[in-house]
């Protein structure tokens, strides 16, 4: 089974604190996604990569950036949290593309909550 | 701009009471439509993909079907285990050979005994 790891299920930082999300997956997929989940709205698509060191904009990147060094790990950062970024994050991998409708396969979450 | 719509927002069932959900959808090239489960706490569970209108795809109680604009997710027989969020998601291009999903809100399901 594909397995998504999440570095951390709940998380407390204070506002103004530059805020890592670690994830990793062990199925050689070549494309990760983050994702933030907010009541009313739904999964928000942040950043996604479909390869190491390269990384695409998804819907709603403001005030987040990702690093993608290796293959198996991606990691989401805050770069100075704020109070609004307070939600539950989501990790995801799929070695989808054009071709191949692979699904995505997501970890547990991260709840955060910035103060 | 892709959007994708479910109905209804929440859903009550008794144990046994068949219904379906819906999952309408507005985007330009489908290359596949995903259904999800999620427990509270947890990660979305994958559990359909459908690529073209009028397939269906099943797993114990649960149905799938696909028109050109719009999925049910039909529940037969519900059990109480059955209650969760239940997710549609559509799969879009994003620009060059790259695809993304783009979720609907979900529909709280809740089976009672």
């Known amino acids: 089974d594909v397995k998504v790891t999440q570095s951390s299920r709940y998380l407390v930082k204070r506002t103004g604190e530059k805020v890592f999300l670690e994830c990793v997956q062990d199925m050689d997929h070549e494309n990760m996604f983050w994702y933030r989940q907010d009541p009313g709205l739904g999964l928000r698509l942040i950043y996604f990569s479909y390869d190491v060191k390269m990384k695409e904009k998804g819907d709603i990147p403001e005030g987040y950036s990702v690093s993608r060094e290796k293959k198996e790990r991606f990691s989401l950062i805050l770069e100075s949290a704020s109070t609004n970024q307070t939600s539950m994050y989501l990790c995801?991998?799929?070695?989808?593309?054009?071709?191949?409708?692979?699904?995505?396969?997501f970890g547990d979450g991260t709840r955060l909550s910035i103060l | 701009e892709d959007q994708v719509t479910q109905s209804p927002e929440a859903l009550r069932l008794q144990e046994g009471e068949s219904s379906s959900l819906n999952c309408s959808y507005t985007v330009s090239g489908l290359r596949g439509l995903f259904w999800y489960r999620q427990d509270p706490g947890k990660g979305p569970e994958f559990l359909f993909t459908?690529?073209?209108a009028g397939e269906e795809k099943e797993k114990e109680r649960l149905k799938a079907t696909l028109t050109k604009k719009e999925s049910f997710l039909h529940i037969t027989a519900p059990k109480p285990e059955d209650s969760a969020t239940y997710l549609c998601a559509v799969r879009v291009n994003s620009g060059g050979s790259n695809y993304k999903l783009t979720f609907g809100k979900g529909t709280l399901l809740t089976v009672n005994p």
């Open positions: 459908l690529y073209s």
């Open positions: 995801a991998s799929t070695n989808g593309d054009r071709f191949n409708y692979q699904p995505q396969h």
